[in-house]
């Protein structure tokens, strides 16, 4: 954050129930997305926040850890790097500085989930959220259409609903799971946005993205094996 801390974000979706959990701004968290599936599996609810979101963690017996436990020497000369540009008012240089780590999957019986976990963007204020636990945004699972998780500028993913809006194209547009992706982060995203990874019902894993990179990668029981950088 702009104030030197460290806030995470994490969300989880089953596809075949649509149960999902969602975590956002926590700080002493070591795994945010077991979190998440916590919230999904042991609440009533599916988003908590801040402190609230704490007190759940130590009451389900989430491992906790010291804030400091999530501080590399990298983002910190990041924030650094991002805090004299803005107060010399330098013009934004693009942001490879993202570290979203998202998957999707679909099991042997068809099932499809997604989960995303971030620590968010370098430098963000207030409290801001980002997409990534704002389910449909960057995080969607739906057994009838697709499994997404985003990568990228969080507020352009709220904003055009992403992860949601690749689903919707399949379930309302009857477009293929690649058609639908590349329409979202081609036509709908703006270039230097993100992308995203998404698989479908029949096992097809699309990996698509408007940025100068995306580290990504693609596996199955068949012995697909790929990773990707640019
Ligand atoms: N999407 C994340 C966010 O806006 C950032 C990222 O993908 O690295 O919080």
């Known amino acids: ?27 002493t968290i070591r795994n945010p997305i077991t979190l998440a599936r916590r919230v999904m599996e042991a609440t009533p609810h599916v988003f908590l926040a801040g402190e609230g979101a704490e007190a759940f963690a130590r ?12 501080r590399t020497e990298e983002r910190w000369d990041e924030l650094q790097r991002e805090l004299r540009r803005e107060s010399s008012n330098a013009v934004a240089l693009p942001t490879p500085e993202m570290g979203t780590v998202g998957a999707v999957a679909i099991d042997r019986r068809g099932d499809l989930a997604a989960a995303t976990s971030t620590g968010g963007r370098t430098n963000k204020r ?6 990534v636990s704002v389910l ?3 995080t969607y699972a739906d057994n009838r259409t697709c499994a997404v998780s985003a990568t990228g500028k969080g507020e352009e993913m709220i904003r055009h609903f992403a992860a949601a809006n690749v689903s919707a194209r399949i379930e309302h547009g009857g477009r293929t799971l690649q058609r639908a992706v590349r329409e979202v982060v081609r036509d709908v995203l703006e270039p230097g946005d993100g992308g995203m ?20 990668g693609a596996a199955d029981s068949a012995g697909r094996f790929e990773i990707g950088i640019r």
């Open 197 to 216: 990874i998404a698989v479908g019902p029949g096992g097809v894993a699309v990996l698509e993205f408007n940025t100068e990179g995306m580290f990504r």
């Open 136 to 138: 449909g945004a960057g």
């Open 1 to 27: 954050t702009h104030e030197g801390t460290i806030e995470l974000d994490a969300a989880i979706m089953n596809g075949r129930t649509l149960a999902c959990g969602a975590i956002a701004g926590v700080r």
């Open 59 to 70: 009451e389900a017996g989430v491992e906790i850890v010291d804030p400091s436990y999530f």
């Open 126 to 131: 207030f409290g801001r959220v980002g997409d």
